[in-house]
């Protein structure tokens, strides 16, 4: 679980430097309209310290908001007009948190699960 919970929080991951704060970027795209980032994207979550696994993960973006997930944890994150990312992943093992930057049709960041354990980096790529 932990290791599912670390890749969902990463991808969407989505973060890197030069962040926004959370309330920030959910407030940016509250009103649902098409956002510059909208679409499908592909997040490399890499682990850099901890027991957590690497992984490929695929998000989608729609109206700013974060969307992916298979039922066995939730995500919830924003992404701003400017490219800021907050992404929190929770499952019944915990939670992780990702922040970072978008820029174009690629981005990334760091990532931490809510007890340290495990720390890392993501980078993501527009699939479409």
Not at 36 to 54: E, F, H, L, M, P
Not at 59 to 80: A, F, H, K, M, N
Not at 91 to 100: H, K, R, W
Not at 117 to 122: A, D, I, L, Q, V
């Amino acid at each position: 679980m932990r290791n599912l919970l670390t890749a969902t929080a990463i991808a969407i991951a989505l973060v890197a430097t030069a962040v926004m704060p959370s309330d920030a970027a959910r407030k940016q795209h509250s009103d649902g309209q098409p956002g510059v980032y909208d679409g499908v994207w592909s997040v490399v979550i890499d682990t850099s310290s901890g027991a957590c696994n690497s992984y490929r993960v695929s998000i989608r973006i729609t109206g700013g908001r974060v969307e992916g997930g298979d039922g066995d944890y939730s995500l919830d994150g924003s992404v701003s007009s400017s490219g800021g990312t907050v992404v929190t992943v929770s499952n019944s093992a915990g939670s992780a948190v990702g922040y970072g930057r978008l820029h174009g049709s690629s981005g990334g960041g760091w990532w931490r699960t809510s007890g340290g354990e495990c720390t890392g980096s993501w980078g993501a790529t527009r699939r479409s």
